[in-house]
């Protein structure tokens, strides 16, 4: 084989080994890109799913912290209303002792134990029929007493509230479910 030959040999055989040489470098780079793109669109949609997750878990906390606040509201809303049907019904207190003022009076004198009471306290238009209930008893006058009497006994240590108000205090907490039923049946009425 001439020096010629041989030359061209080994330029044969150097152009065999770089194409071979860059068919696998060229399999390595289309290997190494499908595994970046594999691994990107796994990176992908695992941040989807976190941000799903994330999303989610906003939204949920959002929500419950609406529904707090909605729930604050109409507990707010339920007690201011409370308090206006309470003084309303403070107010009508009075009409109430209108309607029927002996006969309510002697109803509630009635109910008092047999008691020798030192003081009753009514309101200013209900003295006389006090006077003539309590004969031998001091009578006191309050306007803030819509009805009924507070009697005195045994040097204080008796007292007995049997006036309108304290009556509507004690049954309030029965009475106002009924009065939101009612309420709200006629609020819902078209």
Do not use: C
């Not at 006077?131 to 006058?141: D, G, K, L, S």
């Not at 040097?155 to 009475?175: F, S």
């Amino acid at each position: 084989m001439s020096h010629h030959e041989l030359i061209e040999s080994l330029r044969q055989r150097a152009e065999e080994k770089a194409r071979e040489i860059r068919r696998q470098a060229d399999q390595q780079v289309e290997q190494l890109r499908a595994e970046a793109a594999a691994r990107l669109a796994e990176e992908t949609a695992l941040s989807a799913r976190r941000q799903r997750r994330i999303a989610r878990e906003e939204h949920a906390a959002v929500l419950t912290e609406a529904q707090r606040q909605a729930r604050q509201l109409r507990t707010e809303a339920a007690n201011a209303l409370a308090e206006r049907l309470y003084l309303a019904a403070r107010k009508a207190l009075s009409g109430l002792r209108e309607t029927n003022p002996q006969g309510l009076f002697g109803a509630l004198a009635a109910e008092l134990p047999d008691l020798d009471w030192e003081q009753i306290r009514v309101n200013p238009a209900d003295e006389s029929l006090a006077r003539r209930q309590f004969p031998e008893v001091a009578i006191a006058t309050d306007p803030e007493i819509a009805g009924g009497m507070e009697a005195v006994a045994h040097q204080g240590r008796v007292r007995i509230d049997n006036t309108l108000g304290k009556r509507l205090e004690r049954a309030w907490d029965t009475l106002l479910p009924g009065l939101l039923e009612d309420l709200a049946a006629k609020v819902e009425k078209p």
